[in-house]
């Protein structure tokens, strides 16, 4: 076997071994929760201050091991996929959902050294290390089953979140027109209502727009019941297609002893 294989046995998620790829995928995925939590404890001035070169350090070396992972997968990616050529493997790669988000995970990183950008921009995008926690998409079942769960029931989502929409519009332009003149300050414009209206359709009620007059009250009760209907749409759809793809799981996971019909674990 080349070296290239043997490599490559490190990092296929299908055809991976047994032992190296567990190895390498408990490390990336454990690199890649300390980077997040890292992320989070560096909002706080006091801790920031005192571990600065620490950060620094652990930013550098998830920098190295990020940019190793994304050169190996492209250089591997003409063995992951056989029935490619090697550009179009290696593009195939590049041009995936998890591909843009191991190259996203470390551009930010080098765009500074390419190019001359403002700070304020630099900052933003160091935000986009955030996108680093998409990576453990690929070492957890869970969130491929999530991800399957989701391209299943886009349709159904899209047809619920556009009826949500249209519910939304309604609700906040008869709003702005039943209250607008006895609240111009609250209800200024569709806009200002529609905040009004996410709040009420979500049964959130944050209770900074509210309306005063009897006919606002009576919509707004309207309303509120309507979102609980639809706003909870999208969670039935979602719900029911997790169920299923979790019981499909439970039967391709399930072996029967040919022997004693019992399930092998």
Known sequence: MSFKKKVSL????????????????????????VNVIAIVLESYNSIYT???TFFTYLEIFSIIVFTLEYGIRIWIADIIYPQLSKTKARLKYATSFIGIIDLVSILPFYLPFIFKIDLRIVRVLRLLRLLRILKLNRHFK???IIRSVVNRTKNEIMVTAFLVFILLILAS????????EAQPDAFQNIGEAMWWAVATLTTVGYGDIYPITGLGKLMSAIIALLGIGFVALPTGIISSAYIDEIRKTKATDTCICPHCNKEIE
């Open 173 to 180: 332009t008869i709003m702005f027109n039943i209250e607008n």
């Open 50 to 52: 005192q571990f600065q």
């Open 10 to 33: 490190y990092f296929d998620d299908e055809r991976g071994n047994t032992f190296g790829d567990v190895i390498v995928e408990h490390f990336i995925s454990a690199l890649i929760i």
């Open 142 to 144: 869970s969130l491929n």
